[in-house]
Every structure is written in structure tokens, then in C-alpha cells.
């Protein structure tokens, strides 16, 4: 069995190598550094914890061995938030991008095939719902399901809700409860508060589980909205697993053509922001009711 100091050697080895530095600071995207905060030395490990290659932001690590024009493509990778410049070790990655990359594919599964936390559904003051999906496996083979209602979600809605709202808010996890869990606490209520502002009225929010974003328009039906928004996690990536839209119809009906929804996607801490997402929401349901229109026919 290898010692525990022979141990911690390989490991600090392995790291050195890896090009991680052992803290990271903040990176200003306004002005970028001349040359990247990223360090190319080693590292060492404190109390037997390998530092989380997560906490990385990609957009400050430059790899390229002897570059060229660095401060340049350095720059660039501010306004790019992609693995550019990352390196090779001959034919292959290197072993910290590899890794990262995993890491990422990692939180991806995880958002799509974790649920969300009920205890945050109920602590937001949400009910819950559910489509014709009974588990994870239906939602994720059968996307029609996704779009429907159940015969229960249905009576829930009746009961539960305002009828006839001038708008119909409320969540579902789509393909990311992560986006849920990391937007909609400051989402929904900065839109509620955008609303209220224009004077608007709000319906009565709710959580839909196992939802696409196809089942707005049986809500709107249901409830005979106005205007329908949902919140839903998006597909997530190799970039974010936590970035979520708001899709937007005007008295939208079941088999409507996707061309009558409008979309505000990327919302997250590294795309736009959730209190500005909300602001920016309600202005665009505002201007629906204005116009009376929405989709490719709304001119934001």
C-alpha cells in the first residue's frame, strides 16, 4: 500500500503537471488582464483535497505551449466562453482539459437525469403537477407525453388557479433541474415584480413536473390565459447545465405552429443574468398585450 506522504507526492506531481494553479481569482470581464490570470506552475494540496477543476473559468485558462499574439487570442477568449487555446500534449488533449471536459458531461447528465428539489418548490410557494410522464424514463422517450397534461393536472389547475388570468406563470423542469434550483429564485419574482409594476395581473404559479414546453398551450386552455410564460430548463451543455428560458405565447391553443412562441433562452449567472432576464420578460409580455401578437410576428 503506497504511503500516505508518497501518496500526496504522486498527487502533487500529477497536478503540477496538469498546469492548475491552486487558487484562481475572479476574472473582470470588462477589461481583461494583459496576460491570462490562469498560471501555468504547479500547485499544492491542502489536507489531502484536490482543488475543484469545476471552479475553473474556462475563459482565463491558456495552455498553448510557447504561443503567439497571446495578450491577442487571450482577449478573445473573454468574449467567447469556448475551450479555445487549451493545448495539446502531442496528438492528444492535455490531462487538466480532458478532465474539465468530463467534469462538464458529468453536470450535464446530472441536471437531465436528477430531479428537482421539492423542498425548493415548496419553499417558493409552487404546488406541483405533473404531465402524462409518470418518471424520468417516459419524459425522456416520449417527449409527446411531456407536452400533456394529466387527467389530475388538469382538475389541480381548475381548482387551484385564478381563471382567466391576464397571465399564467409558472415552472417546469424540462431537460435541466439544475437551471430550476440556480434561476428561478430570482427569476419568477423579478418578473412578478416587472409585471406588477406595468400593472398586470399574475395567475396562480405552479411547478409542472416531466414538462415540455409544448404543454402551455393545453394550460393556456385550461385556464383560458391571456398570456401564457413558462420557465424551463434548457438542454444543458458542455458550457452551463444551469441555463434556463422563458417561452411566451398570446392565447395560445394545442397544435399551434412553434413560430407563434417567443423565447428569452440563456438564462444563467454566465449568460443573462436572472434579475435582468425577469425585467427583460415582463417588458416582452407587456408588449405582447400591446400588440396582441407574439412569435415571429412580435418585433422586439
Same mark, same amino acid.
Given at each position: 500500500?503506497?504511503?500516505?506522504?508518497?501518496?500526496?507526492?504522486?498527487?502533487?506531481?500529477?497536478?503540477?503537471?496538469?498546469?492548475?494553479?491552486?487558487?484562481?481569482?475572479?476574472?473582470?470581464?470588462?477589461?481583461?488582464?494583459?496576460?491570462?490570470?490562469?498560471?501555468?506552475?504547479?500547485?499544492?494540496?491542502?489536507?489531502?483535497?484536490?482543488?475543484?477543476?469545476?471552479?475553473?473559468?474556462?475563459?482565463?485558462?491558456?495552455?498553448?505551449?510557447?504561443?503567439?499574439?497571446?495578450?491577442?487570442?487571450?482577449?478573445?477568449?473573454?468574449?467567447? @466562453?469556448?475551450? !479555445?487555446?487549451? #493545448?495539446?500534449? *502531442? /496528438?492528444?488533449?492535455?490531462?487538466?482539459?480532458? &478532465?474539465?471536459?468530463?467534469?462538464?458531461?458529468?453536470?450535464?447528465?446530472?441536471?437531465?437525469?436528477?430531479?428537482?428539489?421539492?423542498?425548493?418548490?415548496?419553499?417558493?410557494?409552487?404546488?406541483?403537477?405533473?404531465?402524462?410522464?409518470?418518471?424520468?424514463?417516459?419524459?425522456?422517450?416520449?417527449?409527446?407525453?411531456?407536452?400533456?397534461?394529466?387527467?389530475?393536472?388538469?382538475?389541480?389547475?381548475?381548482?387551484?388557479?385564478?381563471?382567466?388570468?391576464?397571465?399564467?406563470?409558472?415552472?417546469?423542469?424540462?431537460?435541466?433541474?439544475?437551471?430550476?434550483?440556480?434561476?428561478?429564485?430570482?427569476?419568477?419574482?423579478?418578473?412578478?415584480?416587472?409585471?406588477?409594476?406595468?400593472?398586470?395581473?399574475?395567475?396562480? @404559479?405552479?411547478? !409542472?413536473?416531466? #414538462?415540455?414546453? *409544448? /404543454?402551455?398551450?393545453?394550460?393556456?386552455?385550461? &385556464?383560458?390565459?391571456?398570456?401564457?410564460?413558462?420557465?424551463?430548463?434548457?438542454?444543458?451543455?458542455?458550457?452551463?447545465?444551469?441555463?434556463?428560458?422563458?417561452?411566451?405565447?398570446?392565447?395560445?391553443?394545442?397544435?399551434?405552429?412553434?413560430?407563434?412562441?417567443?423565447?428569452?433562452?440563456?438564462?444563467?449567472?454566465?449568460?443573462?443574468?436572472?434579475?435582468?432576464?425577469?425585467?427583460?420578460?415582463?417588458?416582452?409580455?407587456?408588449?405582447?398585450?400591446?400588440?396582441?401578437?407574439?412569435?415571429?410576428?412580435?418585433?422586439?
Amino acid at each position: 500500500m503506497i504511503e500516505q506522504n508518497a501518496l500526496r507526492e504522486i498527487i502533487e506531481q500529477v497536478l503540477s503537471e496538469m498546469n492548475v494553479e491552486k487558487t484562481s481569482a475572479p476574472v473582470n470581464t470588462q477589461a481583461a488582464p494583459a496576460a491570462p490570470a490562469f498560471a501555468q506552475g504547479g500547485t499544492t494540496v491542502d489536507d489531502g483535497f484536490i482543488p475543484d477543476i469545476t471552479q475553473i473559468d474556462i475563459r482565463t485558462q491558456y495552455l498553448v505551449d510557447n504561443p503567439r499574439h497571446k495578450e491577442e487570442y487571450y482577449d478573445l477568449k473573454q468574449h467567447a @466562453p469556448c475551450r !479555445l487555446g487549451i #493545448g495539446k500534449a *502531442g /496528438a492528444r488533449y492535455k490531462t487538466l482539459p480532458m &478532465l474539465e471536459f468530463r467534469a462538464a458531461h458529468s453536470a450535464a447528465q446530472d441536471a437531465v437525469f436528477s430531479p428537482v428539489d421539492h423542498d425548493f418548490i415548496e419553499k417558493m410557494g409552487f404546488f406541483t403537477v405533473r404531465s402524462q410522464c409518470e418518471n424520468k424514463d417516459i419524459f425522456l422517450t416520449r417527449p409527446d407525453l411531456g407536452r400533456k397534461l394529466s387527467p389530475e393536472a388538469k382538475e389541480t389547475l381548475k381548482q387551484k388557479c385564478a381563471k382567466n388570468p391576464t397571465v399564467e406563470l409558472y415552472i417546469a423542469d424540462g431537460l435541466s433541474s439544475a437551471a430550476v434550483a440556480a434561476n428561478v429564485g430570482d427569476l419568477y419574482p423579478a418578473i412578478v415584480q416587472g409585471l406588477k409594476s406595468f400593472g398586470i395581473e399574475v395567475g396562480t @404559479p405552479f411547478f !409542472l413536473e416531466y #414538462g415540455r414546453v *409544448g /404543454a402551455m398551450d393545453e394550460v393556456t386552455e385550461t &385556464l383560458g390565459s391571456t398570456v401564457t410564460c413558462v420557465l424551463i430548463g434548457e438542454r444543458p451543455g458542455l458550457i452551463t447545465a444551469e441555463s434556463m428560458s422563458a417561452y411566451i405565447t398570446y392565447k395560445g391553443t394545442v397544435g399551434m405552429p412553434e413560430a407563434r412562441r417567443t423565447v428569452l433562452s440563456n438564462i444563467h449567472r454566465a449568460g443573462t443574468p436572472p434579475v435582468e432576464a425577469g425585467a427583460h420578460v415582463a417588458e416582452i409580455i407587456k408588449k405582447v398585450l400591446d400588440t396582441k401578437t407574439c412569435g415571429t410576428d412580435l418585433k422586439l
